[in-house]
């Protein structure tokens, strides 16, 4: 039974990373409309101002010009906050999924894997588990052990199955009589 219950428990887990990933692409596409916006104000900007100094544009075009120069430099600014704020956000949240994955699949592999296990069993790449593995290695949540074929074994102490504590049996023996 408890076999299910950490089963239930890692895929409730997975869920919320799902869901975690699911609102990076939504960042990342608020991101990428920001620098649309971006792109398109300064364009704008840039080609009306040409215009209007040029000479092509007078009176009330230049007039709507300036109206429209103004809502597009708002539209640019409001996409360079946008991309800057979500950048931090979008990096935060993926590094914390990375590291769930990471804590996911020593929990599932009962607290001894390796970068290549890691690896095998999330969407990391193999330098990144090394990289996740060795920084928790370096934080404390876990310990590093070479194996007898020279690779690194990360051991998470938390994950670790339970080993039964010895119980020394002492003997009483009767030695006074009353």
């Known amino acids: 039974m408890p076999d299910k219950m950490q089963s239930e428990s890692i895929n409730d887990q997975s869920l919320?990373?799902?869901?975690?990933?699911?609102?990076?692409?939504?960042?990342?596409?608020f991101c990428g409309i920001g620098i649309a916006g971006m792109a398109v104000s300064?364009?704008?900007?840039?080609?009306?101002?040409?215009?209007?100094?040029?000479?092509?544009?007078?009176?009330?075009?230049?007039?709507h010009f300036y109206f429209w120069a103004i809502v597009f430099a708002a539209i640019g600014i409001g996409g360079g906050w946008l991309f800057r704020h979500n950048w931090k956000e979008m990096k935060a949240i993926n590094d914390l999924s990375?590291?769930?994955?990471?804590?996911?699949?020593?929990?599932?592999?009962?607290?001894?894997v390796t970068a290549l296990d890691i690896t095998m069993h999330t969407s990391l790449s193999v330098a990144d588990s090394k990289r996740l593995l060795s920084d928790l290695s370096a934080q404390g949540v876990c310990e590093t052990e070479v194996t007898e074929g020279g690779q690194l074994l990360y051991l998470f102490h938390s994950f670790l199955p339970l080993q039964p504590a010895k119980i020394e049996s002492t003997q009483v023996t009767d030695t006074e009589q009353v």
Do not use: C, H, N, P
Request: glycine letters at 12%.
């Open 16 to 29: 919320l990373i799902r869901q975690e990933e699911i609102k990076l692409r939504g960042r990342r596409v």
């Open 42 to 63: 300064f364009w704008y900007v840039y080609g009306g101002f040409y215009d209007v100094i040029s000479g092509i544009w007078t009176g009330a075009q230049a007039s």
């Open 98 to 112: 990375k590291v769930r994955s990471v804590l996911i699949e020593a929990k599932r592999s009962q607290g001894k």
